[in-house]
């Protein structure tokens, strides 16, 4: 077959289009001749960083993948599948739209909202929750304050008009992400197993239909922008953003689900990054067939758009249907019934191959195999060394550093600091209550709750991931993300059963920061062969680094961790508020004199050289099985994991649901700003009232996980060793308010 569109592309423009100079020659070797525009503008986008993982799938081969419970491993479909009993599954995923949000912070966010949730629908579940993890750079920026409310108000209107609630996520920030926020969305839906629908093309002579959206000139080269620094110039790649529309979603969601119900769908693809030619050459792909695409058929938005800006562009709310031939009638009349575009546009053949044809001509002719990750698509193993800077953060101690004579100025400064004050004028412009499925709002836990209706069970689920701790030391850092994952999940309630990851890093040509992703790798599967919480996909986004001045400078690592639990029986759901006057406070756990890499030590001593807080795996194991015991038999009646801000904060939340304080002795081996500030892992902090002490006391000696009292329960007084700290409701005030005032 010959391509009738014959101009032949040069190795300027495949270098301009981010192609190596081997890999134009790859190009050529695998077509045997040179590739024409369109073509080269093809294999651009699908050997992108975004879309072929190139720089990092030789290490993500290596994360565990199996699990009892998986019914689909990663990589194989859009999102992972998880088994969750009575006949259902879960469908979920977590993935990044950084650089869109970067320069327009409104659609860059909202589109990867709908992204993400067309990830989950297009498998046949509906989506029942959704959570995020947001990164901004120094909040008292104006350019920070306008990428923060951009991002927000992105997330809450395309979530509030799809209609899914927001049921959990987690806001940090630091300068390293002063240029290159990161907006990490995840999204959860439920469907009947043995009902996935796969991303598969079948069936020779089966007609292919596009469905949804016009095509528009929006997000054209978005994928490849994807891999590209942020530069004080990158306003110019503006029409790499995709523009959203939630209720084109919402409609696109509904006709999905019901084409899922006949028996003539054989295959259906998001179209996400590298639109139409990625939807086409991964479904040729995976049911090793080929397309014939005539693109004048395609629907679009602007008259006279040219071949390879319908091939690449990023409209949001499409689809790619592959039908029984002699049922499109079907197909036309439910995206009819739903005021829908359904064009069909091509066929499924035999031969491999994808054409695509405008105006009488084949502008493009390739072999899909070639193209897509797992195939023909570069597999690179980059070089990597450890910085510099490592060795100097083993350096610190603590007795180095001196302790603050009024600790109550410091419980303050914690309070209202941005990363641990309440996130309320975030969360209050999402809709955390549509569809009825969220349980954790008037019933706060450390993991988003999700009803699953005619049901007993609930799923648990969060995001974790604090990415000074993986910049300290990658490969610790990024266990203790999976394990604050699964505690969370635990004092919720819940049992850790799978993961899906966003793995957000800077260059991977740069060894250094290469260092930090194979790291966060490996302590991601040692942490996740643990808990067995199977790794079912995700999303990785490199190139997260601003070019300032010249140099480049990367954002800190971030291996956001997005962990799905299961409640077996939903009555046995935790939550973390002190429930009554005189229970006992317990902290169940190790405790360590040790205050590296906290809040505490990075912001008010302003040490940034430390390494990673104490963790010991084992201890963390077994410490989140007492948890779990405890709360099955009923033995507690508030969990709440330890975590940013330490001891102290971890208490002040628990007092702050129903008004009430805590009376509390520290410990006199340790210093008292560790003991209250330091961020140690491997803690929870427990309440038992009166007529469960003597189990309580019997089930923690038995299963020989430390534990201490540190004190009760009072009526609104917070004290710390005879010292009056304030009273809850004054504390309550500061951190509610305390974004809202940074960021007015």
Known sequence: ??????????????????????????????????PNFTEMSVYSVMWSEHCSYKNSILWLKTLPKDGSNMLVKAGEENAGLVDIGDGLACCFKIESHNHPSALEPYQGAATGVGGINRDIFTMGARPVAQLNSLRFGDIDRDHTKWLVKGVTKGIGDYGNAFGIPIVGGEVFF???????????????????????????????????FIVGSATGKDGIHGAAFASKDITEDSMDDLPAVQVGDPFQEKLLLEASLELAKTDVLRGMQDMGAAGITCSTCEMSAAGKVGMKINLDLVPTRQADMKDWEILLSESQERMLVVVEKGKEAIVNGIFEKWDLNCAEIGVVTDDGMVEFSMGGEVVA?????????GGGAPQYKRDYKEPAYYAEYQKFKTEDVEQPEDLKEVAHFLLTHPNIASKRWVYEQYDSMVGTANMSTNAPSDAGIVNIKGTNKA???????????????????????????????????????????????GNPYNPESYWQFVGSVKGMTTACKKFETPVTGGNVSFYNQSIIDGKEVPVFPTPTIGMLGILNDKSKKMSLDFKQKGDLIFL?????????????????????????????????YEMQAAVKGLISDRLISAAHDCADGGLFITLTEMGMPNGLGFDIVSDSEIREDAYLFGESQGRVVVTVDNTTEDEFLDYMIECGVPFTLVGHVTKGKMVVDDTHFGFINEAKEHFDNALEARLS
């Open 588 to 620: 169940i756990g190790n405790v360590t004199e040790d205050i590296a890499s906290s809040e505490y030590l990075y912001s008010y001593h302003g040490v940034k050289a430390s390494p990673a807080p104490y963790f010991n795996l084992e201890e963390e």
């Open 174 to 208: 630091d300068d390293s992400y002063n240029q290159n926020p990161l907006v990490n969305a995840f999204s959860a839906g439920i469907m009947q197993t043995g009902e996935m629908i796969s991303a598969t093309a079948t069936g020779v002579g089966n007609p292919v």
């Open 1 to 34: 077959m010959s391509v009738t569109a014959t101009k032949e592309a040069t190795l300027e423009q495949a270098k301009e289009l981010g192609l190596l100079e081997s890999e134009f020659e790859q190009i050529k070797e695998i077509m045997g001749r040179t």
């Open 365 to 373: 002719h390739v072999n899909a195999d070639s193209l897509v990750l």
């Open 459 to 505: 799923l648990a689920m969060t995001v974790d991931c604090n990415s000074r701790y993986v910049n300290a030391d990658p490969e610790v850092g990024c266990a203790i993300a999976v394990s604050e994952a699964a505690r969370n999940i635990v004092c919720s309630g819940g049992e850790p059963s799978a993961i899906t990851n966003c793995l957000n890093f």
